[in-house]
């Protein structure tokens, strides 16, 4: 099983940016943070990167559900989503709730986390290019 899934998006980074926060909202998320990994690194490390951007997005709905059956599930939220400029193309790629709740043995989890794969899905299947 994957840990994640992406698509690739021939629109300039910014506009990709936007295009997800926008997809993630019509989902019902909220985007937590936004961190700058480009420019963390140069910051820190001096190292050259092409853009990279996490956005941690959190469905209130869904986090309040996982954290009534496991009060530590917020070591694992919120869910992130990424933004990296490629060559030529951008990539957007989110991590696959599913795919982290098996680290948690709580059978509870795995509708909540379900529910969360099909809204990260879908927001990153609506992405388009134009």
Not at 57 to 80: F, R, W
Not at 106 to 130: C, F, G, M, W, Y
Request: aromatic share 6%; proline share 4%.
């Amino acid at each position: 099983m994957s840990y994640y899934f992406s698509k690739v998006l021939n629109v300039a980074f910014d506009d990709a940016v936007s295009k997800v926060t926008t997809g993630l909202q019509e989902e019902g998320f909220g985007v937590l943070s936004e961190i700058d990994v480009q420019a963390t690194l140069k910051k820190k490390l001096n190292a050259d990167m092409p853009r990279y951007k996490i956005l941690g997005a959190c469905h209130p709905t869904s986090a309040y559900q996982a954290l009534q059956v496991e009060d530590k599930i917020g070591t694992m939220l919120p869910c992130n989503v990424i933004v990296q400029e490629r060559a030529d193309s951008v990539e957007v790629s989110a991590v696959d709730p599913v795919a982290s709740m098996q680290a948690i043995a709580n059978p509870a989890l795995k509708d909540v986390a379900e529910q969360v794969r099909a809204k990260l899905k879908s927001t990153i299947e609506h992405l388009t290019s134009s």
